[in-house]
């Protein structure tokens, strides 16, 4: 399924290429009260595909849901509007789980649609500074052929296992847009899952689409807002005091970062909203019996800042 929010330059080479690679499959967009006619086009040219219109704007998530839900396979694909897949795609997510039973997801090689010769995401990963990091990012695409375990997979292309959806929940609508596929792919390795990387399914991708470019206000407040959402979340309270002087230096060091892009304030209003956050939404429930599970996601958030700095 497609969420799409004014996507009118991209949604069509979307539709056109997935249709092309899984021509039989049931197609759902979900628009989000888009006013740029793109609703309107998809109508008219792709009468195969589902649409779901929203009224407004209600953000990724909510629309990434709506389809979610809708969907009625055992296996449900997310898919950016902003993307084009290759062959093969489709056929190799699926298989992904099929052959792994207790993979939750499984996330597609995205690359450059620009730069065809760099990475865009060959899985996202989080590491214990708070920072979430797409891994290979700009780097060449050879350097990631093989299939390997992630923390989570990008909810620009990805498969999810609908029955585990149904028992760990969807995506966190509170998020609106951005992490909310790390909350998710965390939530999974809680409760025992895993989240695979498969270079076999490519899909080539624009980047910020919708938001229009890597640095502006909207993302970058959001993402400060749900980056302490996110570990508050997931995190329970003796994990959170164990990581605390890392997460701290890690917000620091963004935040410097930010000052020099123009963007300090911005990051600082996010992180107030994000702390405003953490006091009205709810905590992912500990059950000692993922007890195991906790300790090697704390091993893994550690192993991850040297990952994020290959």
């Known amino acids: 399924m497609v969420p799409n929010y004014n996507g009118i330059a ?3 080479a979307c539709l056109r290429t997935l249709l092309a690679d899984a021509p039989k499959a049931d197609i759902l967009l979900v628009d989000n009260g888009s006013t740029d006619g793109s609703r309107e086009l998809v109508e008219e040219c792709f009468p195969e595909v589902r649409v779901i219109a929203l009224d407004r704007n209600y953000g990724f998530c909510r629309a990434a849901n709506e389809g979610m839900r809708a969907a009625t396979s055992p296996y449900v694909i997310l898919l950016n509007n ?87 929940g969807y995506l966190d609508e509170a998020h609106f847009a951005y992490l909310e596929d790390i909350d998710l792919g965390w939530r999974a390795k809680i409760a025992g899952w895993k989240n695979l990387y498969v270079p076999s399914a490519k899909v080539l991708h624009v980047g910020s689409g919708t938001s229009g470019s890597r640095y502006n206000a909207f993302k970058v407040r959001l993402s400060s807002r749900n ?84």
Not at 150 to 168: N, S
Not at 231 to 236: G, H, L, S, Y
Not at 290 to 308: A, D, H, S
């Open 10 to 12: 991209f949604v069509e």
């Open 82 to 168: 902003d993307t084009e897949v290759l062959p093969g795609f489709t056929r190799a997510l699926v298989s992904a789980l099929q052959m792994n039973p207790t993979a939750f997801s499984a996330g597609a090689k995205m690359i450059q649609l620009h730069h065809q010769e760099k990475i865009d995401d060959a899985g996202n990963f989080y590491c214990a500074l708070g920072w979430a990091f797409a891994r290979g990012k700009d780097k060449p695409v050879e350097y990631y052929e093989k299939p390997d375990e992630i923390f989570a997979a990008c909810g620009g292309a990805v498969i999810y296992r609908k029955a585990a959806l149904e028992r760990i």
């Open 227 to 310: 980056s302490v959402y996110l570990a508050w979340k997931n995190m329970p309270a003796p994990q959170i005091l164990l990581n605390a002087p890392v997460l701290l230096a890690g917000f620091a060091v963004k935040y410097a970062f930010f000052v020099k892009k123009g963007l300090g304030k911005t990051y600082r209003k996010g992180i107030k909203e994000g702390l405003s956050m953490c006091s009205r939404e709810k905590k992912v429930k500990f059950c000692w019996k993922n007890l195991p599970c906790y300790g090697r996601i704390q091993l893994e958030l550690w192993v991850n800042i040297g990952k994020r700095f290959r």
